[in-house]
């Protein structure tokens, strides 16, 4: 049963099931949250950055691995995909149930909490022998990275101080997916140079884990007034004003899509360029999957204005990169690949940070983990779908046909978000 965990003063249900929050309402009856201010929220701020950082290349260090893992335990394509689901379905759970908690329970403990859940998972992988073992080591992954997304970019914006939302927002994008294009690159350097391919990266990270919750203590908390948490599961969370609304749901859907062509994406990565074009170095494969990520991350920071505020540059980069990497596909075209990969990275890099941007203005600052869950969760939920659907279809289709099919589905959505235009009528 799902219960409301907040103030009935404070939402109000919209007409399709969202709850909703009235940002201007309950900011004229409540204290703004505490400011931060001094050396000590300055530094949290980047301590809370780095292990942002460090939780999200851990959601991608196994990436590079399934062919080590594929041979050992005996599974085929099909039930990759459904480790790469069951990883999207923990972040996915996370943020219906655990995620906004920390506006009420503080950013600290759940914090603290994701990244034991990430330890936890650490352990399970190094101990996995069997299906079974990695797919719970996927799904605790997986909800580890969704509260830390969560919360963790809820606290950057608190921790950056008033006036500061747009360091925020490109701070938190910056570390979300910065992780996650050096976890495959990681994981590729240490499976092809290393002792052990499937163990030796993950007792670097374990180690690496250590630090990480220290730095975690010595952070300020941001929640000023703490209350007992109510564990239930969430609504998604939209804000009350209708401009507001139908900017965040464009967002959302922006969001979607890109991370749709990111998981359809590393679905197809490791198998294409192993079968397809033989290539066995299982650095290459991890660099050519963090490739994606890296280019997002420049084009986070290196991007005009114009661009990350632009309705239609992350569209166009993100349908053009679908585009060419789906060329690649059919005519086995390793630069062409490339080049969409590029391209692909740029519209996902430009579609998260605006709608992060755009999370973090509109939210209430008193649950202001509420709307980023969200976001995440409309983010998480296009990392989902198509991985699953290529699992399904690939069992009755050709993969290129298949593939092909969800581009279109891709390009379809991407198209919608931004031809949605912006609502002109007041509240």
Known sequence: MVQDAYRDDQWYPHPKGHKVIDNVATAARTPAAPPAEGRRPRAGFWLTAAVYMLVMLGGTLPVPLYAFWAPQMGFGPFTTTLVFAVYALGTVLALMVFASLSDRAGRRPLLAAALLAAAASTVLFLVAHDVTTLLAARFLCGLSTGVFTATATAALGELAGPGRTRRASTVAAVANMGGLGLGTVAAGLFAQYGTDPTHLVFQVYLAGLVPALVALVITPETVEHRQRPALSVRRPTVPGRRPARAEFLRAATAVLAAFAVSGLFSSLVPSFLREQLHVHNVAAVGAQVGLLFVVALIAQVAAPQRWTSGRWP???????????????????????????????????????????????????????????????????????????????LSQALDQDLATLILAVAVVATTLAAALNRPARTPA
């Open 314 to 392: 992350a569209p166009g980069f993100l349908i053009a990169g679908v585009a060419v990497f789906e060329a690649g596909l059919w005519m086995r075209s390793l630069p062409a690949f490339a080049a969409g990969t590029v391209l692909a990275g740029a519209g996902i890099g430009l579609a998260f940070r605006r709608g992060i941007q755009v999370t973090q203005r509109l939210a209430d600052p008193h649950h202001r983990a509420d709307l980023l869950s969200t976001y995440f969760l409309a983010a998480y939920t296009g990392t989902i779908v198509p991985t699953l659907a290529l699992g399904v």
